[in-house]
Structure formats: C-alpha cells, structure tokens
C-alpha cells in the first residue's frame, strides 16, 4: 500500500465537492449533447435518444457506487491490519481512496452499465449497434459518480420514475415541454442531491 495523509480527505472535502458539482454540470453541457448527436445518427426518435443517457446516468451511478463500496471494503481489510491512529480507521480509509482514486476499475463499470443498459425494457437500439457507442459519457458519469461517494456527506442522483409528478425543486422543464402537464413523461438528466436536498436541477418532459 502507498502512504496516505491524515486528515486529507476531510480537509479537502469542500474544494472537492465544488469541483465534483461543476463537473457534473459539465458533463451535462458537454458530454452529454456529443452523446445525443452520435445517437441521433442512429436513431431518430429523439424521446429515445433522450431516455437512452438518462438510463445511462443512472445506471453509471449505482455501477460506481457499488464499486465503491467494494473498494472501499477492500482497502479497510487492508488498512485494518496495521492501524493503530491517531485518526480513526474510518477517516484513514478514505484518505487513502482519495489519494488513489486511480485505482478505481472505471472499466469494470462501464461494462457493467453498458450490461445493464441492453436487457433494460425501456430502451432499445438498433441490433447492429452498441451502447459501448456512448462509452465516453458512461465513463465521465462513472468517474465523477465514484468520486461523489468519497464526500461527507456523499452525492447522489434523485430517483425518477416516468408519471411521477413534475417538481419546480427537483427538475427544469425541456423546452418541448407542455408547461400546463403536471407529470413527467420521462426524464432527459437526474436531479443531483445532497442528504436528499437538491443541489443541481435536473432536467424533465412534461407531457399531457
């Protein structure tokens, strides 16, 4: 094991949380709208396309969480056996995952979304292509989602469900949107939250 700074994590926790927040932002602005132009080559139902990255969004989250807390359970083993202090195995843990967060398989998620995207029943894709096609977004999603879980408190995605009633708090309207429908038809990006407050909109249809 390489050596690790007491403390580090905790330290930087307010500088990294503010970079991890506009990150995200980012990948929306950015990775995002390149997913949806090389998807719309592919298909042409735009509510497809739309629903193909907000699946892949949350698929990349819950792939990095759980990879996290494999990680996470490893490198407590591993630490456990020689901890003696003054910092708790705890806050010793995740200065070492902040420190070497390049050791996080980012690969291993993304094969694990891409899996779980392709026997999800509300998205499909033409046969002779493959959701590796938007590997790109999945992985930034992958990074930022894996790195959001080494805060304190921890970020994560709201959960949406197509029907759910729309929320001002929790979502922008698309600009397709009819404003006077009250429910979502579907999703376009998750919401990001901190202790189950909103700290980013995402983005919703509303449709009658």
């Known amino acids: 094991l390489r050596s690790c700074s007491p403390g580090r994590a905790r330290r930087t926790n307010a500088s990294r949380r503010a970079c991890l927040v506009a990150r995200f932002g980012d990948i929306y602005a950015q990775e995002r709208l ?11 139902d ?5 629903r193909i990255i907000f699946i892949a969004a949350v698929e990349s989250f819950h792939a990095a969480k759980m990879a ?10 591993t630490l456990s056996l020689g901890h003696s202090g003054p910092e708790s195995l705890e806050d010793t843990v995740l200065d070492y995952i902040v420190r070497h967060e390049d050791l996080y398989d980012v690969q291993a998620s993304v094969n694990e ?4 995207m392709n026997i999800n029943p509300k998205i499909s894709f033409p046969p002779e292509i493959d ?14 989602a894996f790195s959001m879980q080494t805060l304190i408190p921890p970020l994560d995605i709201a ?4 029907g759910e009633l729309f929320s001002e708090t ?4 698309s600009f397709d949107s009819d404003f006077t429908a009250a429910l979502v038809a579907y999703h376009v990006w998750p919401a990001l939250m901190e202790n189950d407050v909103v700290i980013v909109k995402g983005e919703a249809v509303t449709k009658r």
């Open 34 to 44: 390149d997913a949806e132009t090389l998807l719309r080559t592919y298909i042409s």
């Open 46 to 50: 735009m509510e497809m396309v739309q």
């Open 68 to 77: 996290y807390r494999q990680f996470k359970v490893r490198v407590r083993e």
């Open 113 to 116: 979304v891409i899996r779980s």
């Open 131 to 144: 959701f590796i096609v938007i590997s790109t977004l999945i992985r930034e999603l992958c990074r930022v």
């Open 159 to 162: 959960f949406g469900t197509d």
């Open 170 to 173: 929790k979502y922008h309207r």
